[in-house]
């Protein structure tokens, strides 16, 4: 037995199911188009603006008072979920043990479109939120959690379609990304509400236009503040010319160790070929950059602590293992001292000498006593060919890097290919080259606006904060596929939000040159060897989003959780609900 339903004015005034030309004839469509509309404003379409037409249907179920069918939220759940494994179907083509993966990760991302759906729902129906409220900040609050929870997942969100309009994104550093997200699904809510005015008389026109005139204020002011805040940073600093080296060196995962050393060997000679010819071409360079893992080349760096014990499955003497120990650690050092010699001497034709530095992803593996440490590094090697300063990747990709309690359970990882489980590091860093301050991300620690933003903070109360960011990242993992494209719209975003230039050094793509304003100076295909010089000139530019991060996010979504324990207690406290129909605790 159905609740009989309490209809205020204000919630009638938010739902209307007989216009929008009848298209909300059923869940299924209306979500399919919705889908298929948002997908097509990603790569490899990307028809941005599609992204501000997307967020209208799905804004339509929400106006819709009952939504059509048996069982619609699950309607919604399959069609989000088959929508992400389509845009991040590149997770399984490196393994076909991925594929696994990216049904879970879909099908737990297609959770959130159906509490975007029934939180907004509830908001209008239960508390009486405008619709034009309710909305955006429902959507930037589940965009919030999907970027914190399960270690975070921070790629294509809403505002992210927009990557290439760089006069649109330029709010994102009052709130980060999340702004330009709020921003178009107002949008839509307000087009929404638009077309379906609960009073058609003369008297009432105002309800239909004042959604347009709010819409228009709102896009104005984005455009307007993006016109503002669009030129560069007009400080005198001095230049460094960056060299930005690509390879195309897809993943494949062999249990052969000696393939897999092969393939790593393989990768270090085209990166130092590359290279060879980067600083042949333009013997100014202050920096090269290689991507993530790429210099290991089979022989990664080693580090010990004065005592340490051998394996247990070995017949080392502590003696002999701590020799073995020292004698691949001055393998590496002479490799990176060849390096630096090799790679100024080709940058200096005439005989004078120059000092060019590199920075370069490795693994590092550091025994201490009893066990070994294995990081994700980026080292800044001299021209002396000495280590001056290390990085090591602080956050780690869930089943790509880590198992979770698979320190106290190793036998999990012998159920994945990526061997061991890397170490955390625990500091970000910042380093100094030609005068000019930068500080270094590995792979996708710039998909998380939240996680460089405290990189951020924490290297400017030590008064070490830089001018340009540097991400390296080893993309052969996905073929090729538009995930190169989605962790570039993040690398955009960081650099508007933070206001500093980011530099991005891609194996297998996108390499790029992207300035303070987010705009593309200059990038590579995917696939396509060879390499990005830019002459990056550091920023002291301030934002909002410096200062106060993901602020206004957080408030949405404490209004989502609010909202879910309040959904909660109807469910357990009341009786009479259907519980196979989440709406009816909207109501």
């Given at each position: 037995m159905k609740r009989s339903r309490k209809s205020t004015g204000a919630n009638k005034a938010q739902r209307q199911p007989r216009d929008f030309r009848s298209a909300s004839s059923s869940t299924w469509v209306l979500a399919m188009i919705a889908s298929l509309l948002w997908w097509a404003a990603f790569p490899p379409l990307n028809l941005s603006l599609l992204g501000w037409v997307a967020p209208v249907i799905w804004v339509r179920l929400i106006q819709v008072e009952h939504l059509p069918g048996r069982r619609p939220y699950w309607t919604i759940w399959v069609i989000s979920a088959l929508f992400w494994g389509l845009l991040l179907e590149g997770v399984g083509r490196a393994y076909w043990a991925n594929y696994i993966g990216l049904a879970l990760l879909g099908s737990y991302l297609g959770v959130y479109q159906v509490l975007f759906v029934w939180l907004t729902r509830r908001a209008i129906e239960r508390w009486g939120v405008p619709l034009l409220i309710a909305a955006p900040a429902v959507w930037v609050g589940l965009e919030l959690a999907r970027a914190h929870l399960i270690t975070g997942f921070g790629m294509a969100m809403l505002g992210h379609t927009q990557y290439r309009i760089t006069w649109v994104i330029q709010v994102a550093d009052l709130f980060g990304a999340y702004t330009v997200s709020f921003v178009m699904v107002f949008a839509a809510?307000?087009?929404?509400?638009?077309?379906?005015?609960?009073?058609?008389?003369?008297?009432?026109?105002?309800?239909?236009?004042?959604?347009?005139?709010?819409?228009?204020?709102?896009?104005?002011?984005?455009?307007?503040?993006?016109?503002?805040?669009?030129?560069?940073?007009?400080?005198?600093?001095?230049?460094?010319?960056?060299?930005?080296?690509?390879?195309?060196?897809?993943?494949?995962?062999?249990?052969?160790?000696?393939?897999?050393?092969?393939?790593?060997?393989?990768?270090?000679?085209?990166?130092?070929?590359?290279?060879?010819?980067?600083?042949?071409?333009?013997?100014?360079?202050?920096?090269?950059?290689?991507?993530?893992?790429?210099?290991?080349?089979?022989?990664?760096?080693?580090?010990?602590?004065?005592s340490v014990i051998p394996p247990p499955d070995t017949d080392y003497t502590p003696e002999e293992f701590a020799e073995l120990i020292e004698q691949r650690s001055r393998a590496f050092h002479d490799k990176t001292r060849a390096a630096a010699a090799t790679f100024n001497d080709a940058a200096n034709p005439g005989g004078i000498r120059r000092d060019t530095y590199l920075l370069a992803g490795t693994d590092t593996i550091r025994f201490v006593e009893?066990?070994?440490?294995?990081?994700?590094?980026?080292?800044?090697?001299?021209?002396?060919?000495?280590?001056?300063?290390?990085?090591?990747?602080?956050?780690?990709?869930?089943?790509?890097?880590?198992?979770?309690?698979?320190?106290?359970?190793?036998?999990?990882?012998?159920?994945?290919?990526?061997?061991?489980?890397?170490?955390?590091?625990?500091?970000?860093?910042?380093?100094?080259?030609?005068?000019?301050?930068?500080?270094?991300?590995?792979?996708?620690?710039?998909?998380?606006?939240?996680?460089?933003?405290?990189?951020?903070?924490?290297?400017?109360?030590?008064?070490?904060?830089?001018?340009?960011?540097?991400?390296?990242?080893?993309?052969?993992?996905?073929?090729?596929?538009?995930?190169?494209?989605?962790?570039?719209?993040?690398?955009?975003?960081?650099?508007?939000?933070?206001?500093?230039?980011?530099?991005?050094?891609?194996?297998?793509?996108?390499?790029?040159?992207?300035?303070?304003?987010?705009?593309?100076?200059?990038?590579?295909?995917?696939?396509?060897?060879?390499?990005?010089?830019?002459?990056?000139?550091?920023?002291?530019?301030?934002?909002?989003?410096?200062?106060?991060?993901?602020?206004?996010?957080?408030?949405?979504?404490?209004?989502?959780?609010?909202?879910?324990?309040?959904?909660?207690?109807?469910?357990?406290?009341?009786?009479?609900?259907?519980?196979?129909?989440?709406?009816?605790?909207?109501?």
């Open positions: 809510a307000c087009f929404v509400q638009a077309m379906n005015p609960t009073d058609r008389t003369r008297a009432n026109r105002f309800q239909r236009w004042w959604p347009i005139a709010a819409v228009m204020f709102i896009l104005v002011c984005v455009f307007g503040y993006g016109e503002v805040r669009q030129p560069n940073d007009t400080t005198r600093q001095e230049t460094i010319k960056v060299a930005l080296v690509q390879g195309t060196n897809d993943t494949v995962f062999d249990t052969d160790i000696k393939a897999a050393t092969q393939q790593s060997v393989d990768a270090f000679t085209q990166y130092w070929r590359l290279t060879l010819d980067a600083c042949e071409q333009h013997p100014d360079l202050g920096l090269i950059v290689w991507p993530e893992s790429v210099f290991t080349g089979g022989l990664p760096e080693m580090l010990r602590q004065d009893d066990r070994n440490q294995i990081y994700n590094s980026a080292l800044l090697i001299a021209p002396s060919g000495e280590v001056v300063s290390r990085y090591y990747k602080m956050h780690r990709v869930l089943l790509g890097e880590y198992v979770p309690f698979g320190d106290t359970f190793p036998a999990l990882y012998g159920l994945l290919p990526i061997g061991r489980g890397l170490t955390p590091g625990d500091t970000p860093v910042s380093f100094t080259v030609q005068g000019v301050r930068m500080s270094p991300s590995i792979c996708f620690e710039s998909t998380l606006p939240h996680f460089l933003r405290r990189q951020f903070a924490r290297l400017q109360r030590q008064g070490t904060a830089p001018g340009v960011l540097v991400n390296l990242t080893n993309d052969g993992w996905f073929w090729g596929s538009g995930i190169l494209d989605l962790q570039l719209a993040c690398a955009v975003f960081r650099a508007v939000e933070l206001r500093r230039p980011m530099l991005v050094a891609a194996n297998t793509g996108i390499t790029a040159w992207i300035d303070s304003t987010g705009e593309i100076r200059e990038e590579l295909p995917r696939r396509k060897e060879g390499f990005v010089v830019a002459d990056v000139r550091p920023s002291q530019q301030t934002s909002l989003y410096q200062r106060v991060g993901d602020l206004f996010a957080w408030i949405c979504l404490c209004g989502c959780i609010v909202l879910a324990f309040h959904a909660a207690w109807d469910r357990f406290a009341r009786k009479g609900i259907n519980p196979e129909d989440p709406a009816e605790t909207d109501s």
